[in-house]
């Protein structure tokens, strides 16, 4: 399925349709907890992903070994309802398995008059579940190129360019020669309601809303069984002019590209823990927090808790994500340490 030329116009459209949604509903939750009895000092509630279901339970039953008297109230939902539980004012803290998006930063900026606060708590690997991958660039195995920049892919997918001079739409404008000089690219991603289409234009296309109208959006909000991740490995080892991102693929015709920014870097595991890949995502906790006041004490001592070798330790790359490297917990802890600031917002890269 090809982008029409009026995806652009779709995709604001959608994005004003769901931010209309999320500050509504918002704006009625925010003002019910408002009148709402103080919450049970011993009682936090939490909203996960659940993709990470297994992980928070761990988390939880070994922090309760510590702390018997603290008791969890879980609710556990797909990745688009987690941070609705914050900004409605129905849960204490969010377990998130990708990036906040800006509908949900905008709606809890609405209610709360600030920006959300959120510690990163664990890397994700590159064969998450869902949509929680860390995505990977393929070509086709016959493809020569071996690398590729930030600045060449939104020059591919993109339209507005904001990190690329001009649009490249051959094979020969990134430098292949001979019979690939003319040849063009077909481009794969995923769609624009996808969380990997969500981070990609992030990311990548630095929020352009001008895709490539000749590239290929498959999504897993359509009819078919195949997962998008699936049918675009599928599409690019089937396709020798294609590219695309997705997980890391298990399909001989197909092959990885090294990723320059601006040395040549790999997706491994170990350039995924220390963050160098360029593409690497995070797994986030976010709370409220007030400015220059203290994190309140319950949630101080869990997310701590999170943040300790103890914990990180119950993080297992088989189930996709990553335990965070000492220097990235250390960043973490000095942020929960530090008053917030006024100023502070969710999007930093690394938070």
């Known amino acids: 399925m090809s982008s029409s030329r009026s995806c652009s116009n779709c995709i604001r459209g959608a994005v004003v349709a769901l931010l209309f949604a999320a500050i509504s509903t918002a704006c009625v939750r925010g003002q019910q907890q408002s009148v709402a009895s103080p919450a049970d000092d011993s009682v936090i509630r939490v909203w996960g992903y659940n ?28 990745p688009a309802a987690v ?20 509908v949900e930063s905008m709606a809890y900026l609405w209610v709360f008059q600030q920006k959300p606060f959120g510690v990163v708590v664990a890397t994700v690997g590159l064969n998450g579940p869902g949509q929680s991958f860390t995505p990977v660039i393929i070509v086709n195995a016959k493809n020569p190129l071996a690398s590729i920049s930030l600045s060449q892919l939104d020059a591919i997918y993109g339209s507005g360019h904001r990190a690329a001079p001009a649009n490249i739409r051959t094979w020969g404008e990134l430098g292949l ?32 809303f ?49 990723l320059s920014s601006p040395d040549a870097t790999q997706p491994t595991e170990a350039t995924l823990a220390n ?30 808790f999170v943040l300790s070798p103890e914990a990180q330790a119950l ?37």
């Open 51 to 78: 993709g990470l279901s297994d992980q928070l339970l761990r988390w939880e039953s070994e922090y309760r070994k510590i702390h018997p008297e603290v008791r969890f109230k879980n609710q556990i939902h797909s």
């Open 83 to 102: 941070m609705a539980g914050l900004y409605n004012g129905v849960a204490d803290v969010v377990l998130i398995g990708r990036e906040i998006w800006p």
């Open 177 to 208: 020669t001979g019979e690939w000089t003319t040849q063009p690219i077909h481009a794969y991603g995923f769609g624009p309601e996808d969380a990997l289409g969500v981070f990609f234009r992030h990311d990548v296309l630095l929020s352009d």
């Open 210 to 258: 001008k895709p490539n109208p000749s590239s290929h959006l498959l999504s897993d909000h359509d009819a078919s069984k195949t997962s998008a991740a699936r049918r675009i490995v599928a599409a690019v080892a089937a396709d020798p002019l294609a590219i695309g991102y997705s997980n890391l693929p298990q399909n001989p015709s197909t092959k990885v590209l090294a």
């Open 275 to 304: 963050h160098q890949y360029p593409l690497t995502r995070s797994v986030s906790i976010y709370f409220r927090r007030l400015p220059d006041k203290p994190i309140e004490p319950k949630l101080d001592g869990f997310i701590h």
């Open 315 to 351: 993080i297992y790359p088989y189930e996709g994500f990553l335990p965070l490297t000492p220097s990235l917990i250390q960043k973490q802890i000095h942020k929960l340490d530090n008053p917030m600031p006024r100023d502070s917002g969710a999007e930093e890269k690394d938070q």
